[in-house]
């Protein structure tokens, strides 16, 4: 089997799949040292997505200090607020990991987008918002070049 995809946008290099499941994706690019992150849909409790922090430790183990992350949120529909701390403890070990700068493509749902922003602000590292996949990786691109 092919640990290598190419995610939903073309602008997006082949990477090495950690995890993909109904609710999200996580691959690793280890050229570029950038995690590629997908949201998709809706999550309707922490039952949903029982291995996400551990799925997200097993793509931590593959990174160096100052990667960079691509968040692709656009089919995502807002999440229940109880499952806001499962984000924020992701990206506390995100940070933890030595996490540089975080694209984030913006879901089409209002109230996610919302969600989304409230959230990402706590973690206090550099970050943009983008409507495709594109522009953010070349966002990315651009502060490692």
């Known amino acids: 089997m092919d ?6 946008d073309p602008s997006i290099p082949a990477q090495q799949h950690v995890v993909r ?23 309707k409790n922490a039952d949903s997505v029982p291995d996400f922090l551990n799925d997200w430790d097993k793509a931590l183990q593959l990174v160096r ?10 089919t995502m529909i807002t999440h229940p607020h109880q ?23 913006m879901p089409v749902d209002k109230i996610a ?5 409230d959230i990402v602000k706590q973690i206090e590292v550099p970050s943009q918002h983008f409507e495709t996949c594109e522009a953010a990786q070349q966002w990315l691109n651009e502060t490692i070049a």
């Open 3 to 8: 640990n290598k995809t190419q995610y939903n």
């Open 21 to 43: 499941n109904s609710c999200y994706e996580i691959g690793y690019d280890g050229i570029r040292n950038r995690v590629y992150f997908s949201i998709l849909g809706f999550w």
């Open 65 to 74: 200090s100052g990667f960079t992350l691509l968040v692709d949120m656009r």
């Open 83 to 105: 499952l806001n701390r499962l984000h924020e403890e992701s990206q506390r070990r995100m940070k933890a990991a030595g996490l540089s700068r975080i694209a984030n493509v």
């Open 113 to 117: 987008s919302l969600q989304v922003a």
